[in-house]
């Protein structure tokens, strides 16, 4: 079952935060996060493990909550560079493929 | 250095032609997909395997066809029986690295029926 992503679309000012929060109706093993520039193919950014801690990527960070199944990607300071939709993959299990979000666009203006 | 190649970038299709899409992978991943995706959407599956000469469909795998001889390789056909083929279509590939898969993506080629 697709994960939900939300919200499904922010606008932000140049240096302010954003969380992109990515829900399951299922027990989850991990949560994979993707950053698509438009007409661009999806960059991996990070992954995140059941049980595993808080993982940050420059001014991206993201947090597994296994008691909500719930993953949330924090943007922090956010640069224009960020622009973008964030895509969540999620994993039932070790191995098994990924399901991913319908994606939240994010819009970083000067 | 090892990654995804998808050609060509964009392709352009006459009503009723059948056309193939190229994915090649040389990071030794045993598993590799395509996916769909639409202008503001997110991405549909079409077809994955997870080992060579073995495919399975996916969420959208009507009016498309797959093949899966080599590791490396996974072409996807788009025939004339897929009604509405204008898209971003997306290869990707990956491997079980413990603790988790690693999935990632090529770099995407645009159809367009004319």
């Known amino acids: 079952q697709q994960p939900v992503q939300s919200p499904q679309a922010v606008i932000l000012r140049e240096g302010e935060d954003a969380v992109i929060n990515c829900s399951s109706s299922?027990?989850?093993?991990?949560v994979h996060w993707y950053r698509q520039k438009h007409g661009e193919a999806p960059v991996f950014l990070m992954i995140?493990?059941?049980?595993?801690e808080q993982k940050g990527h420059e001014k991206i960070s993201a947090s597994f909550n296994e008691k909500k199944q719930q993953s949330s990607l924090y943007l922090t300071a956010s640069q224009l560079s960020y622009s973008g939709t964030y895509f969540c993959?999620?994993?039932?299990?070790?191995?098994?493929?990924?399901?991913f979000g319908g994606g939240t666009r994010l819009m970083v203006k000067p | 250095d090892g990654g995804i190649t998808q050609s060509p970038k964009y392709l352009f299709r006459k009503e009723g032609q059948n056309v193939t899409l190229s994915c090649e992978q040389n990071?030794?991943?045993?598993?590799m997909y395509w996916y769909r995706q639409d202008p503001g959407q997110g991405l549909r599956l079409i077809y994955y395997?997870?080992?060579?000469?073995?495919?399975q469909k996916g969420d959208i795998a009507e009016g498309y066809s797959v093949s899966r001889e080599k590791k490396e390789s996974f072409p996807l056909t788009v025939t004339s029986a897929q009604k509405n083929p204008t898209a971003f279509y997306l290869c990707?590939?990956?491997?079980?690295?413990?603790?988790?898969?690693?999935?990632?993506f090529g770099p995407g080629t645009r159809l367009t029926v004319l």
């Open positions: 990707a590939s990956s491997s079980y690295r413990d603790p988790g898969i690693l999935q990632f």
């Open positions: 299922k027990a989850l093993y991990s």
């Open positions: 995140l493990l059941k049980g595993g």
């Open positions: 993959g999620t994993a039932l299990a070790a191995g098994n493929m990924l399901t």
């Open positions: 990071l030794n991943h045993d598993a």
């Open positions: 395997s997870q080992i060579v000469n073995d495919f």
